[in-house]
């Protein structure tokens, strides 16, 4: 059974830092690319950064390019979103995803507030 539990949310001030991890289980996980979403409030899930299986290739939204990074690590099973020069923009939940054979497998999401 698939299982995703993402952690390492919270407050942060303005142009501060935050890294995100996503335990994964249930599957194979180098095997499978993997995102990150978010969603703030009022608004709809989207889609911020693309990760493929080996790591080797990596696209971003446009809106946190040059300040977040994702990776991977395929011996741990686990998913990372480091977030740098953060804005209250980039309040929202955040979510890692699979999506195998056309579902979408979610974790719980993290909670990150961006504010001073």
Do not use: H
Not at 49 to 69: E, H, L, M, P, Q
Not at 102 to 112: F, L, M, S
């Amino acid at each position: 059974q698939v299982q995703l539990v993402e952690s390492g949310g919270g407050l942060v001030q303005p142009g501060g830092s935050l890294r995100l991890s996503c335990a994964a289980s249930g599957f194979t996980f180098s095997r499978y690319a993997m995102n990150w979403y978010r969603q703030a409030p009022g608004k709809e899930r989207e889609l911020v950064a693309f990760i493929t299986g080996a790591g080797s290739s990596t696209t971003y939204a446009s809106s946190v390019k040059g300040r977040f990074t994702i990776a991977r690590d395929n011996v741990k099973n686990t998913l990372y979103l480091q977030m740098n020069s953060l804005k209250p923009e980039d309040t929202a939940v955040y979510y890692c995803n699979i999506r195998d054979l056309g579902y979408d497998y979610w974790g719980q999401g993290t909670r990150v507030t961006v504010s001073s």
